[in-house]
């Protein structure tokens, strides 16, 4: 709720006047053989992308245990459904609607045609590892750097064990929420 709705919003919640929403979070692990070096959690996305900003990164990606294609570009995404309307919707990913549970991979400026935005099911886990010619990865978990990713490490992105807890106060459907926010943004009203 905006400022001028708090005290409406407390008082709803202090009367039971409100539901619960669940997000999928996602959960990323770093390994070095078999010891685990890094582990975050986010609610929206976890960004891959080279630490001098003017080179390209190159990664492996394995979805389920299944390779899959392989593109140079600025960096990758990996979303939830809630995330899809950050970072990844501005690289030309698709918007989702936040109760499905999917992931999402979004090259930045991929090098190549092919290489396009894919929605799996979040139970699929994501495996990446660096290819040459090597580069450090910087990994941020919601826009916070949280590890790195070095030639002989390979980082595991899956769903989280935990959710993200939303409460509604607000009867407003997704819809017209999400119309009502990326109008705002730019500058158009609501027909």
């Known amino acids: 709720v905006g400022a001028p709705d708090l005290y409406m919003a407390l008082l709803k919640m202090k009367q039971g ?18 010891k685990m070096t890094c582990k975050a959690h986010a609610l929206n ?33 990996i979303s939830t459904a809630t995330g ?16 499905l549970k999917v992931s999402l991979i979004t090259p930045i400026c991929p090098h190549a045609l092919h290489a396009r935005p894919l929605v799996i099911p979040m139970e699929h886990p994501i495996e990446i590892t660096p290819r040459p010619p090597y580069e450090t990865i910087l990994i941020s ?8 990713l070095d030639w002989d490490q390979r980082a595991l992105i899956e769903k989280s064990p935990s959710d993200a807890h939303f409460v509604r106060i607000t009867p407003l459907s997704y819809y017209a929420t999400w119309q009502e926010r990326m109008l705002k943004n730019e500058g158009q009203t609501i027909l």
């Not at 389920?64 to 960096?75: H, L, Q, R």
């Not at 899809?84 to 990913?93: C, M, N, P, R, V």
């Not at 978990?141 to 790195?148: E, K, Q």
């Open 17 to 34: 006047d409100y539901t619960l929403e669940k997000r999928n979070m996602l959960q990323l692990t770093v390994w070095r053989g078999e």
């Open 45 to 77: 996305d976890m960004v891959l992308e080279s630490a001098d900003r003017s080179r390209l990164t190159r990664l492996s990606l394995k979805i389920d245990g299944e390779p899959t294609a392989n593109a140079p570009s600025d960096g990758l995404i």
């Open 84 to 99: 899809s309307t950050a970072y990844s919707l501005s690289a030309g990913g698709p918007v989702v609607h936040p109760s």
């Open 141 to 148: 978990a919601d826009g916070m750097t949280v590890s790195h």
